[in-house]
């Protein structure tokens, strides 16, 4: 149903059902975006309060659903954070797992406390990813926010997915937009994909222009142009782009370079918000890809994916299964037979030193 509503939205289904369901899905768009613009003008007028933690808070976050980035993104900054001497505190809703309405602390820098299933796929990613940073998730990030400053001693906090958050207050407000799809088809939700207007970009302390690896140069150069329209004189705006590294094998974490599965018969399995943009990475790094199980974002693996997943590959003649970090956050090492590859990615910034003053700025606004 979620893929189906998905070619609604982006028009790729134009019988008379689908433009019933548009017709309809434009109607609740409407009151989608005044309950948005209410709750807004509540913080801003007095009648709901901000909250202010004692610490810097920088929040990673865009204005519409879908893979802008802001994963990779997180992670670069929590480790350039922690580079510079700070204990860093990660705060995400925890999509996917149990804890999103209670919160949960799934690492304060001696291990990953929870599994996937309980914190999501993403927490338990930063969390293995860096070892150093505290990880909290729950729908209350204030709550959470307070307990990696008490428990971890948190001296500055990333909010992941936070620029709707209004309730908590920041030091620093990055947005980002993807340069292969920079505001959909234009519409809010549930209508289009787009949870606020391109206008509330200029609250944003600094922009990105994600993903440019997928455009040309002047495609980049239109959504810039674009963005310096709307956004307050002054306000930066950086580009930047996902580069494959390495893999690394599911069963041992022992890493090997791109070049050792080239020309090898591969098959993929995602559950990201770019399926179709992996597939893309893999076949670039010139795999010989012979499937690929695409599954919703999110997607809990259990034990009737994972098995159809390595049949799949064998009935196909696979040499190796391929998946992401994001995947292999649920994945048990000894989930399937076949030999099984995550690929590593890392985010290259255009502007970088830029970019790490802003933030160390911010991040030191209120360290003693």
Known sequence: MAAYLLRVVRGEERDALAAGVRFGLSALSLGYTGATAALQAAYRCGLRTRERLPVPVISVGNIALGGSGKTPLTRWIAQRLTAAGLRVGLLLRGHGG????????????????????????????????????????????????????????????????????????????VALVPADDPFGNGRALPRGLLREPPSRLRRADALFVTHTERVSAGEVGCTIQRLERMAPVGTPIFTCQLRATCFASLSTGTTVPLDELRDRRVYLFSAIAANEQFACTAASLGLTVVGHRQLPDHFAYDRQALPGVDDDARRLDADALVTTEKDAAKLKPDCVRTPTYVLRMELDICGQSAFEACLLSAARSLVV
């Open 98 to 173: 149990t804890l999103v309405r209670e919160g949960g602390i799934v690492s304060v820098g001696s291990g990953v406390l929870l599994s996937a299933s309980e914190a999501g796929d993403e927490a338990v990613m930063h969390a293995r990813a860096l070892p150093a940073v505290s990880v909290a998730v729950g729908r209350d990030r204030v709550r959470m926010g307070r307990l990696l400053i008490g428990q971890a001693g948190a001296e500055v906090l990333v909010l992941d997915d936070g620029f709707q958050y209004w309730r908590l207050q920041r030091d620093l407000d």
